[in-house]
């Protein structure tokens, strides 16, 4: 079998020996921290200086050059202007954006801000994509380990930040099919629950996205396997992404993708239809 990670990223066989602490995307961070420091100490500017032309507080601006912070792309590019710097500092804003998500989310984020079209099975929760800030910010808050405030407020800014794909032209095709259960998991309690509900029925008026339910009490059901993702990249190829206790993998194999794509079609045909699954969500409204 053969993962995205041999062809494309040349990365090894992917996370079977990486430790909770290799984080990849820090280096990247730290790297950027430091060349910060040394163009703004070149351009002659203290940090208070530099950091009032920013429209940032010092504070901030420390937190960045020492890595302990990751700058989003509206500082990147303003800096660059600031110091001058032609660019130096915007050729490193799509590695510094991957480096916002988990090490083991980050080669999806790449392909998922570029496809053509997603299909996603979710069994756990309510697919990030469609997740409400305060939906995904209890998401983050139930993971064990915990994770530090900043880092469920830098993965809270990467996740909505990935809900441009919504907005995008051409708009890429985009379908969910999401298990009835999760539609009940009260994350983050009844309030969070119901505007997720609200959200999910905003986003399935949309031409090009397709929301659909799957009933509970089907007595066929493709997805016991668990939840996968199909991906249409710009190069006209579909790949699968699996993700499992902090595991993940990325296929470029034709066996396994046609596995997964047979598998998804007939999720398709066993949940509720489109119209039938977004009246569902309705019904839930009106109950609560």
């Not at 500017?45 to 792309?73: D, H, W």
């Not at 500092?89 to 984020?109: C, G, I, S, T, W």
């Not at 032209?169 to 009844?190: D, N, T």
């Not at 399935?204 to 396997?225: K, W």
Request: proline content about 5%.
């Amino acid at each position: 079998m053969t993962s995205v990670r041999d062809e494309e990223a040349g990365q090894g066989q992917g996370n079977e020996n990486r430790r909770p602490g290799d984080e990849p995307g820090a280096g990247v961070v730290t790297a950027f921290g430091r060349q910060l420091k040394l163009l703004r100490i070149r351009a002659g500017l203290e940090r208070p200086e530099f950091g009032k032309r920013m429209g940032y507080s010092p504070e901030t601006v420390a937190s960045i050059e020492q890595g302990r912070r990751i700058p989003q792309a509206r500082f990147i590019e303003k800096a660059d202007e600031v110091l001058g710097v032609g660019g130096v500092l915007n050729a490193l804003k799509e590695e510094v954006a991957r480096a916002q998500y988990p090490a083991y989310f980050r080669d999806m984020a790449r392909l998922e801000a570029n496809a053509l079209g997603l299909y996603v099975y979710a069994a756990h929760a309510v697919p990030g994509l469609l997740q409400t800030e305060d939906y995904a910010r209890a998401v983050f808050q139930m993971q064990r380990p915990l994770l530090d405030d900043d880092v469920i407020e830098q993965r809270l800014v990467a996740r909505m930040t990935r809900q441009d794909i919504f907005t995008r032209r051409p708009a890429p095709l985009l379908s969910f099919i999401i298990e009835e259960v999760v539609l009940h998991k009260p994350i983050g309690g009844r309030a969070p629950l119901r505007g997720q509900w609200e959200q999910i029925l905003l986003v399935g008026q949309n031409r090009n996205v397709e929301i659909q339910v799957m009933p509970t009490d089907r007595e066929d059901h493709a997805g016991l396997g668990g939840p996968f993702t199909l991906i249409d990249n710009a190069d006209g190829r579909r790949l699968a992404y699996t993700e499992v206790q902090d595991d993940s993998r990325l296929y470029a194999d034709s066996g396994k993708v046609r596995e997964l794509e047979a598998r998804y079609g007939i999720l398709r045909s066993q949940a509720l239809t489109p119209c039938e699954s977004l009246a569902f969500v309705e019904e839930l409204l009106g109950e609560k």
